[in-house]
C-alpha cells in the first residue's frame, strides 16, 4: 500500500478527490474479501451486526465486527497523518461499511454533495467501471462556495445541485475506474453522483476520518475485541477520542445508536420486502 502524503495531499487540497488504482495489492484484496464474505450469508431484514439489505444494496454497517484488515487498512498511520494535515487537526473513525450492491441501479443518483467536513475513502473489491456502478464526481467543486439556502436538501442531509450545476463544470468531471483494491479519496464537499448502470455485483468498503470538531459526525462503533487487542495506540485513539454527549448517538445505551434505517427513515415492514425480494433474486440466479 504506496501512499505519497505530500503530493496525494496537495492533489486532495486542489482537486477535492483522488483515485489510487490497484491500492491494494492481490493478497490484501483477497484477505478483506475472505473476511467478509461469511458475514454475507448471515443476513436479517433490520440487522446491524451481521448484515441487510436495504433496497439495491447489502450492507454491513459494522465492519470492525468481521474484517480485522479493514479497518487496519482505513487505520494505516499514512492515511490518518494524510487526514490530520488536510484539516489541521486530530481526526476521528467517522464510519466504517461495506455496501454491496445485489441489484443494479436503473435510476441515476442526482449531483450532490454532503454536508459537513470529512474525507471519504472508498476501497473496491473487484474491478470499478460504468457497468457495476462508477461514481463521477467534479474536480475542485469543494472549494465553490454554495449557499444551502440555494440547494434541495435529501433525508440525510446532502444537498443536490441545479440541472445548470454539470453544465457549467463539465470540463472537471472524472469517473472511477479501475482494477480490484483500487481506492478513492475525496472531500465529502466535492460534488458527486451515481449514473444508472446495468450489473449488479460492486462490492465496497466505504470508510469516513472526520475531524475531531466535527463531533457530531463521529460515530461509535461496534468492533471484535480481539480487533482492537491488535491495533496501535494511535490506532485506537482515532476509533475512540470521542466524548460522550447528550446531543450525540451512542451506543453507551442498548438500542440507542441511529442506524441507517433510522437515518433513511426506513420502516421494517419496508426492509422485510427488501429481504424479500433480494431471497427471490437469489433463486431466480442460481
Known amino acids: 500500500m504506496i501512499f505519497d502524503i505530500e503530493s496525494n495531499l496537495q492533489a486532495l487540497k486542489k482537486d477535492g478527490v483522488l483515485v489510487i488504482e ?41 465492519l ?28 476521528s473513525l467517522g464510519s466504517l461499511q461495506f455496501q454491496k450492491k445485489v441489484f443494479a441501479e436503473h435510476s441515476p443518483i442526482p449531483m450532490h454533495r454532503d454536508y459537513g467536513k470529512g474525507i471519504y475513502f472508498f476501497i473496491y473489491l473487484n474491478t470499478i467501471d ?3 456502478g462508477a461514481t463521477r464526481f467534479v474536480k475542485k467543486s469543494h472549494q465553490i462556495e454554495m449557499s444551502e439556502d440555494s440547494l434541495r436538501s435529501g433525508e440525510t442531509g446532502e444537498l443536490y445541485m441545479d440541472q445548470n450545476f454539470m453544465q457549467l463544470h463539465q470540463k472537471n468531471v472524472i469517473q472511477a475506474s479501475g482494477g480490484p483494491g483500487t481506492m478513492l479519496i475525496w472531500d465529502r464537499k466535492t460534488a458527486h453522483d451515481l449514473p444508472a448502470f446495468k450489473n449488479h455485483g460492486r462490492e465496497l468498503i466505504m470508510a469516513s476520518l472526520i475531524p475531531k470538531s466535527e463531533d457530531s459526525q463521529i460515530k461509535d462503533h461496534l ?20 466524548q460522550p454527549s447528550d446531543k450525540i448517538n451512542s451506543l453507551m445505551k442498548l438500542g440507542s445508536e441511529r442506524s441507517m434505517l433510522d437515518e433513511y427513515k426506513i420502516s421494517k415492514f419496508k426492509m422485510f420486502l427488501y429481504f424479500l425480494r433480494f431471497r427471490l433474486a437469489q433463486i431466480i440466479r442460481k
Open 223 to 242: 468492533l471484535r475485541h480481539s480487533f482492537v487487542h491488535k491495533l496501535s495506540a494511535e490506532q485506537r485513539a482515532v476509533i475512540f477520542s470521542r
Open 64 to 91: 470492525g465486527l468481521c474484517s480485522f484488515h479493514a479497518l487496519e487498512v482505513i487505520l494505516h498511520p499514512n492515511l490518518i497523518n494524510f487526514a490530520e494535515q488536510y484539516f489541521g487537526e486530530e481526526v
Open 130 to 132: 460504468c457497468s457495476t
Open 22 to 62: 490497484n491500492y491494494l495489492d492481490g493478497e490484501m484484496n483477497s484477505k478483506i474479501y475472505n473476511e467478509i464474505h461469511p458475514w454475507l450469508s448471515q443476513i436479517s431484514f433490520n440487522s446491524q451486526i451481521s448484515s441487510s439489505i436495504i433496497g439495491n444494496n447489502q450492507w454491513i454497517e459494522h
